[in-house]
């Protein structure tokens, strides 16, 4: 690097040839235009719309005075408002009546957020919603607790002390009601995580929390893993839930969990981690998507969960639902789980939805029944209706528009003579009697689909839709369909099919849909699923696309709609009037780093919903490279902190192997080039390692090296389910077909840190420009005795070190440390430009303590913060001087103009050794313990102290001959 600064000075000597220059920028090119089309493809070709309908309230604030120093240490940084809705409705009314409702902001949110669905709560209540229902006699007092928009996520102490307070809060608010044992807890984002992590606290009252609901809240993993803290709270909280639910006896037996995440368009949280499938068993919490829910059926962005109109609807709306009448308890988890999904996780499986508990009706009908299928008038039901015999046909298929209109199952059964209660549709004296149970309510809402329709969400009608077949009658073998009366159906429209469901399996490859993609005709009649089962990973996006022979549509009421889901994922998306256009098909199914049970199907499955009928579809699909990279940044971006350190470790290597046989220290450009030709080796090696981690034994082994170890966390798991598996190294991925992922993410940190090293040479050729050239003196240089200089040096690293035992953590010092580090090179390059070794190294120590920086800057970002709100005695971490003075000393000895020395074969093993060790670190857990990178860099500067003492001639050493 040096040489590439100063080769002027140096009279024409260079660090490395063109060549190697040139396979930098090659390099640094590629990994720039890659990042780019990434980062493109997921915020610029993202093809979610924004759908949120815009919401107003009036918002009134009363601070909770009851909670001060004497009932919580926290009460000065921390408050909770009492909310109350304006224009006339509750204002003035400041006494707690209601049922309490608990708001948790999340990283960096401010209490207000809780005010969208406290507001609609409070309107509905007051029956004052446009066109909704009237007065309801239940309300609710929302609490909106206000960290003062502190940063969660990236700070483990500041989230168990956001736990702690809020179960201080609680123990306050329920001592303002005579009958309330407990509170219902809303937590956006990292709010989530505070209130499942307040039920592990020594200060939880047992019991005073029994429901959460969780808004884009990241519950499997943390977003980012720059603090160890945060990784070990993770541990621990879902450790505590999940041994909790591994006994039947467990403490949290009386909970339940709901996640609620916004999709794609949330950029802060990928949708996978919002899963509880392996937190939660599915008989007391379930996680569900926006786009899923009905009459919101938009993806929404991680700020927008709070305010977005359809979905606080949905949210509040459920609310209402979990309540005993009468009271202000909730209802058994069973019942309180059943609301739940009511509101927010609909499904096409009428089996999973079919209420045991509903009783059964006597009907009377014709002996012939009457069987029509196609479009009809659903006023044509009232007083003949439809009948289809299930056993027959293998199931049926019923959509309409009808909201009165009952769908029945039916069994054959004898009737007691004289049944007054029984319903008689019978005209003639042949008549057939039934059993049957009215699964009218059990239809899944689908949103409108017309030639004119755009988005899901936009949709003004709804339609509901029974999709029935064996498995999922529950003994059931007839379908009848009728309406009540004329009145109320006549403008309705009903479709109706006695043909059960066409499926159809596509076994293509991933690597066939990207090349040839596949294509095929299906004649539907009603509702086709086609199962992809080549595709169920997360990184994955597909084009589909469905055409028809038939030509005008404009005078049609309905077209098709394509339907995507993944069953054990609970995800399902319409996209309406999908004919003739190209759909991309994203989906949440395998991801990395996500623990899955390898048993369960999780493969994308898409249905086509038309109407019965002999035309023809054909329907094509191709894997979407734009598609498939946009999911690649959102779940991978960590490794841009991570990888290019490997890099430089596996540089700073091969530094020391030529220093010691040719005693010159090449630039750090020179080793990148270096790095470079051995790409293909690397590849090669980083192949293999991706297909030997599909094996659980190599998984077994290589997690026996990894510190801290996660072997208590894999054990809560599989006490939690046994068949759940959990990939936590190197890419993430147990599936083969993506082997290539980890060489583009090598290669592109290669370029990353051609671009780091770039920054780093034009910052200190800048310097060289402007600050005239002012050799030291030999004595100043080589840091010989003791002057004015290396005093103020040697003060500084004391009040720095003072200041981290204290005050000051230890991350803001590495920050300090590498900012020191950095002017060093631009000054030895000023003061010493023959200075080649000595330069060079000062260099690759500089692009190390930057790349060790990155991952400290959140820490301090959070630290800095906190001195605004003068709390900086909560900052009760990251206070281990040990942890940074190994980096200050090694900063300081460079500014004494120390060369390392050369080593003797021992320490360049041990060395090796450590490099290595750090370089396969970086690679295999960095991204999910990137916190460690810091002690990687910590350890390795107090190896090279150790070596700088071992040669008791450093001090003395100066020279400007050729290998310095």
């Known amino acids: 690097m040096a040489a590439d600064i100063t080769q002027e000075r140096s009279k024409g000597r260079r660090a490395f040839p063109a060549l190697s220059k040139r396979w930098n920028v090659i390099l640094l090119v590629f990994s720039a235009l890659f990042v ?122 500041t989230l168990l002390d956001q736990a702690e307070y809020v179960n201080d809060a609680i123990k306050a608010i329920l001592s303002l009601y005579n009958d309330a044992t407990s509170v219902i807890v809303i937590g956006h984002s990292m709010g989530g995580i505070v209130a499942r992590t307040l039920v592990t606290l020594p200060n939880y009252n047992s019991e005073s929390v029994n429901t959460i609901i969780t808004l884009s809240s990241p519950h499997v993993l943390p977003p980012l893993t720059f603090d160890r803290d945060i990784n070990t709270v993770y541990d621990r909280v879902n450790s505590y839930w999940r041994t909790s639910f591994a006994s039947p006896s467990g403490p949290l037996q009386d909970m339940v969990l709901v996640s ?117 008038k659903a006023s044509s039901v009232h007083s003949s209706p439809l009948i289809y015999d299930m056993k027959k046909t293998g199931g049926a298929f019923v959509r309409t528009t009808c909201t009165n209109c009952n769908v029945r199952l039916c069994r054959v059964a004898d009737i007691d003579a004289g049944n007054d209660s029984a319903l008689d549709y019978s005209t003639t004296d042949s008549t057939l009697s039934m059993r049957c149970r009215d699964v009218s309510k059990e239809g899944t809402i689908v949103p409108e689909s017309t030639p004119q329709s755009v988005y899901a969400h936009e949709s003004k009608t709804n339609s509901y839709l029974w999709a029935i077949d064996n498995d999922s009658a529950h003994g059931y073998d007839k379908l009848l369909i009728s309406s009540p009366d004329r009145e109320h159906v006549e403008n309705a429209l009903l479709v109706a099919n006695d043909s059960p469901i066409q499926k159809f399996k596509v076994d293509d490859s991933l690597l066939s849909l990207l090349v040839f993609g596949t294509h095929f005709k299906v004649k539907t009649s009603g509702l086709v699923d086609v199962s992809l089962s080549s595709a169920t990973s997360s990184l994955a996006s597909f084009t589909v696309r469905v055409t028809s022979t038939k030509d005008d549509r404009k005078e049609e009421w309905f077209s098709p709609i394509l339907r995507q889901y993944a069953s054990h994922y609970q995800e399902s998306r319409y996209h309406v009037n999908a004919l003739d256009r190209s759909t991309i098909v994203s989906f949440h199914g395998r991801s990395p780093y996500v623990p899955y049970d390898p048993q369960e199907e999780s493969n994308l499955h898409l249905q086509l919903l038309t109407e019965p009928s002999d035309e023809v579809f054909d329907i094509s699909i191709s894997l979407n490279v734009l598609g498939t990279l946009g999911n690649l940044a959102m779940r991978y971006r960590v490794l841009a902190a991570t990888l290019p350190l490997a890099v430089s470790l596996i540089v700073f290597m091969l530094q020391l192997i030529d220093y010691r046989k040719t005693g010159e220290f090449y630039s750090f450009g020179r080793g990148l080039a270096a790095v470079s030709r051995m790409l293909p080796k690397i590849c090669v090696f980083l192949s293999l390692l991706h297909f030997a981690l599909s094996y659980q034994p190599i998984l077994d082994l290589l997690r026996r090296f990894q510190f801290p170890s996660e072997a208590s966390n894999i054990a809560a798991l599989h006490s939690f389910d046994p068949d759940l598996v959990q990939n936590d190294i190197y890419m993430g991925l147990s599936d083969w077909r993506f082997f290539f992922l980890g060489p583009v993410f090598a290669t592109t940190a290669v370029g990353m840190c051609a671009g780091v090293h770039f920054v780093v040479e034009l910052f200190v050729g800048i310097i060289v420009k402007l600050v005239p050239s002012r050799p030291m003196a030999r004595t100043q240089a080589n840091g010989s005795g003791v002057g004015y200089g290396s005093s103020i040096r040697l003060i500084t690293v004391a009040i720095l070190c003072i200041l981290v035992s204290i005050v000051v953590p230890y991350q803001f010092a590495m920050v300090v ?74 900063v300081e000895n460079l500014y004494a103009g120390n060369m390392l020395p050369v080593m003797n074969s021992l320490q360049i093993r041990a060395t090796m050794a450590l490099l290595i060790y750090g370089a396969m670190y970086c690679l295999l857990y960095g991204l999910w313990h990137t916190f460690m990178l810091h002690h990687i860099v910590n350890v390795l500067a107090g190896w090279l102290l150790i070596v700088y003492l071992d040669d008791p001639g450093t001090r003395s050493r100066f020279t400007t001959s050729k290998k310095d």
């Open 36 to 157: 780019g089309i990434q980062y493109w493809s997921y915020a610029m070709y993202n093809p979610e719309p924004k759908g949120c309908e815009m919401v107003w309230m009036y918002p009134n604030y009363a601070s909770l005075s009851g909670l001060n120093p004497s009932r919580s240490r926290l009460a000065e940084k921390y408050s909770v408002h009492f909310y109350r809705e304006g224009n006339g409705l509750d204002e003035n009314n400041l006494e707690p009546s209601g049922v309490p409702v608990l708001f948790i902001p999340g990283n960096a949110g401010s209490y207000k957020q809780g005010r969208s669905i406290a507001s609609y709560c409070a309107r509905r209540s007051h029956g004052v919603l446009e066109n909704e229902m009237g007065p309801d006699s239940l309300h609710f007092d929302f609490y909106l607790v206000d960290f003062h928009e502190d940063l969660t996520a990236f700070h483990g102490r």
């Open 260 to 376: 609620v995440t916004g999709g794609g368009l949330d950029t802060l949280v990928p949708a996978d981690y919002t899963s509880v499938s392996s937190i939660v068993p599915d008989t007391q919490g379930f996680s569900t998507f926006s786009l899923s829910i009905p009459n919101v059926w938009t993806s929404i962005d991680h700020q927008a969960m709070v305010w977005c109109g359809q979905c606080r609807k949905a949210v509040a709306n459920s609310l209402f639902d979990l309540i005993r009448p009468g009271s202000k308890m909730v209802l058994p988890v069973k019942d309180r789980l059943k609301a739940l999904k009511h509101h927010l996780q609909p499904s096409l499986d009428l089996g999973s939805t079919l209420d045991e508990d509903s009783g059964e009706v006597s009907i009377i009908v014709d002996e012939v029944a009457s069987v029509q299928t196609g479009s009809i």
């Open 817 to 890: 440390g590498a900012v020191l580090q950095l002017v060093r090179t631009a000054v030895v390059a000023v003061k010493s430009p023959l200075r080649h070794n000595f330069y060079n190294f000062n260099g690759t120590i500089c692009i190390l303590l930057i790349l060790g920086a990155i991952v400290n800057a959140p820490i301090t970002v959070v630290w800095i913060r906190n001195l605004n709100f003068h709390s900086t005695i909560w900052f009760s971490s990251h206070h281990n001087l040990l942890a940074v003075l190994p980096i200050l000393l090694l």
